[in-house]
């Protein structure tokens, strides 16, 4: 190295450190001292440094560059020079002077050089102190960040693969840096997002703007098992000189703190959901429809399937024993899902579980419990291989059970059904599954109950009905008996048509207050009743207070009864009533009468007798007998009810039959409110041997 080739010599550009390294943001002054510690050589940062050009600085003592030292001490550029040559490096921090004369903190690093000329050169990088001190502090806190920060830091090159991080990240990933450092970081940071994360990577890698505090769920190559959530903020490296770009990230592991979140949110969702559950399921008796109100409260809010199954007992007592084959009844059932999933949870009626099942065993404690759709569970379980492969083919990945128990009887299961894209069902998911079967039970009970207690009472109404009417060449009869709605579908409406001696004929049609099997009970009783009297030849007023009677020995508070007796001889009817719906007559011009000059009190109230009113009939008129059901509706008056019958037995068709299912289909609410008799009988007279018929008074 020339010794005398100074800082004008070369040039204008100072000298540089090399791009990306910290002498890039420090000013140094480079200069060299020869063996008698003259300045031989003088860089492009000295004269920033000390304000001494080329020309008033070579050649010259360095000891200029120092304060005065102590009396008796050599000059501080002696000892500079001595200690690089003989140690090869020395640094040291020692007062320099400025050309100005200000004294100042600085820095030195001296190491001795060789080159072609005589005598050895020593040469000395100078900084001024606080800047050296500015960057040792900052390297001393990213040093302290990298180690200690809790927060996890990375950096990425532009092809996303890890270049630094600290150990904080290292340990939330489960995998040491070094086992980081030159992958892609989605090959460690596993999400199941579409590739959304790593889109936004990209994004931020190529300039966009930085990505502050989101949410992403992950799992790491170094904890496959464990479902974490993390808080990400992402910023673009700035390229300084010819560096390659990046991204800087910092991630914070939130697991926790959104577990609770998402917990609380659950926990609300599953008691909003157990509250619509509540006020939704059992709002009747019928055992399907609360059955669907259950599967309807589950999917898709708690479930992506449901299935109601009820079982099927072959004898009482009703005992689940776990070691013999429970049969079920399928009789509700939804899902989200497609295809085959449908099949699966609407192609059965009738399920056969083997003893062993998972079914046995979740009846067999009485808790619910949460199994995952796999070989031994379908081994286990499903008996037909169609049906297993179908359950593989679903969708479905875990299946919660839960018993149907309500007073201390089994009454089937729930099952629910979740596909891979939700979560797995936790111990809080099982109690409000136990939550929703034990409400769904009690309610199945109650509407298996009562369907019982109706079976028995429609069993009863049907025995005690009339099947054929009794037929006559002088009354032709078209019937009808209508249910009401189908919680009351048992009542005591009642009809009968008896034949007595001379071919006379009784019409009777009654209705006992009340539904169900007492109903049905005093229906039989009246009817029974009824047609013993008629056939002892009782006159109508007279058989009405015998009803009454047996009314009030049996304990019926109200019935109502009409009873015609009609003589095909003379034409004449003679009507007796105990506050029944009067009778029409459409006479044969068309002409429609209401019968309603006796009304009479309602049976079982005792104390006064029955009237009775006499009509002749013309051949070929028609009577219409009927109950309430008929003329009463929820918001119309009786009276309206009653107009509206009339017009519709005018209009009616000639034909008996045509005309009752006419006749029920116009007048009947919808739906309906109470149970509905209609008898039509056209009567006719009998005719003399020469063909002539008794006379009568025709009104």
């Known amino acids: 190295m020339p010794s005398d080739r100074s800082e004008d010599e070369q040039g204008p550009t100072p000298v540089r450190s090399e791009h990306g390294t910290l002498l890039e943001h420090i000013p140094v002054a480079v200069f060299g001292m020869d063996e008698h510690d003259r300045i031989c050589y003088w860089g492009p940062g000295a004269k920033d440094l000390f304000g001494h050009d080329s020309a008033s600085a070579l050649s010259r003592p360095a000891g200029m560059l120092f304060p005065e030292p102590p009396h008796g001490e050599p000059p501080a550029s002696t000892r500079l020079g001595e200690r690089g040559r003989t140690l090869g490096y020395w640094r040291v921090r020692h007062p320099a002077r400025h050309r100005d004369g200000t004294v100042f903190p600085c820095g030195f690093r001296a190491f001795p050089v060789t080159g072609t000329g005589p005598g050895s050169v020593v040469m000395v990088l100078a900084s001024r102190g606080d800047e050296l001190d500015r960057v040792k502090t900052n390297l001393a806190f990213l040093d302290a960040l990298f180690e200690t920060c809790p927060i996890g830091l990375v950096m990425l090159d532009e092809d996303l693969r890890y270049v630094h991080l600290n150990h904080a990240l290292a340990e939330m990933d489960g995998l040491p840096i070094q086992e980081h450092l030159g992958r892609r970081m989605d090959e460690v940071m596993l999400t199941s997002d579409g590739g959304e994360y790593l889109r936004m990577l990209r994004e931020v890698a190529a300039g966009g703007p930085p990505v502050v505090g989101a949410l992403v769920g992950l799992r790491t190559a170094g904890r ?6 993390r808080s990400v903020s992402l910023f673009p490296l700035s390229q300084a000189g010819d560096t390659r770009p990046g991204v ?20 609300r969702q599953r008691l909003a959901l157990l509250d619509r559950a509540t006020a939704g399921i059992g709002t009747t008796l019928d055992v399907e429809v609360t059955a669907r109100e259950v599967v309807e409260a589950a999917v898709p809010d708690f479930a992506d399937a449901c299935v109601v199954e009820v079982v099927q007992w072959m004898d009482e007592p009703e005992v689940f024993h776990p070691n013999l084959p429970l049969v079920t009844h399928r009789i509700a059932s939804g899902t989200v899902l497609p295809p085959p999933a449908t099949d699966l949870v609407s192609g059965l009626e009738t399920v056969t579980y083997p003893p062993g099942s998972s079914i046995h065993r979740m009846l067999d404690t009485g808790r619910p419990v949460s199994v995952a759709v796999n070989a031994d569970f379908v081994t286990s379980t499903v008996m037909h291989q169609d049906r297993a492969q179908l359950l593989i083919d679903s969708g479905l990945e875990r299946i919660l059970l839960a018993p149907l128990v309500a007073r201390g009887t089994v009454q089937g299961v729930i099952m629910f059904g979740r596909s891979a894209a939700r979560p797995p069902f936790t111990e809080q998911d099982l109690t409000l599954a136990g939550e929703l079967a034990s409400r769904a039970a009690l309610c199945l009970d109650n509407a298996r109950l009562y369907s019982r207690v109706q079976h028995i009472a429609l069993t009863l109404q049907r025995a005690l009905l009339p099947t054929a009417l009794a037929a006559s060449p002088y009354v032709e009869v078209a019937h009808r008996y209508v249910p009401g709605s ?28 009340g539904h169900g099997v007492p109903a049905a009970a005093a229906m039989g009783r009246l009817r029974i009743t009824a047609k013993a009297l008629a056939r002892s030849n009782q006159e109508p007023d007279t058989l009405l207070g015998e009803l009454d009677a ?6 019926i508070e109200l019935a109502t009864c009409l009873y015609i007796l009609y003589d095909p001889a003379t034409g004449h009817a003679r009507i007796s009533n105990a506050g029944h719906p009067p009778p029409l007559v459409r006479h044969p011009d068309g002409t429609v009468r209401t019968i309603s000059d006796v009304l009479g009190i309602p049976l079982g109230v005792g104390g006064l007798p029955f009237g009775t009113t006499d009509i002749d009939l013309p051949d070929g008129a028609v009577l219409a007998l009927y109950t309430d059901g008929l003329i009463e509706a929820r918001g119309q008056d009786i009276e309206d009810g009653m107009t509206a019958a009339r017009n519709e037995l ?13 006749i029920l289909s116009r007048l009947r609410p919808d739906p309906p409110d109470d149970d509905t008799v209609l008898v039509l009988a056209r009567v006719h007279r009998r005719h003399a041997p020469d063909g002539s018929t008794t006379p009568g008074t025709t009104p």
């Not at 496959?224 to 959530?229: A, F, K, N, S």
């Not at 047996?550 to 304990?555: F, I, L, P, R, T």
């Not at 005018?650 to 006419?662: G, I, N, V, Y």
């Open 650 to 662: 005018r209009r009616a068709p000639a034909d008996l039959e045509e005309a009752a299912d006419t």
């Open 248 to 267: 800087g990230g910092l991630l914070v592991d939130v697991t926790d703190r959104e577990q609770a979140i998402v917990e609380a949110t659950a926990t």
């Open 224 to 229: 496959p098992d464990r479902d974490q959530v």
């Open 550 to 555: 047996c009314a009030q020995e049996a304990g």
């Open 486 to 513: 189908h919680i009351t579908e048992v009542g005591g409406d009642w009809y009968d048509v008896i034949n007595l001696p001379d071919d006379r004929v009784a019409l009777v049609v009654g209705d006992v207050m």
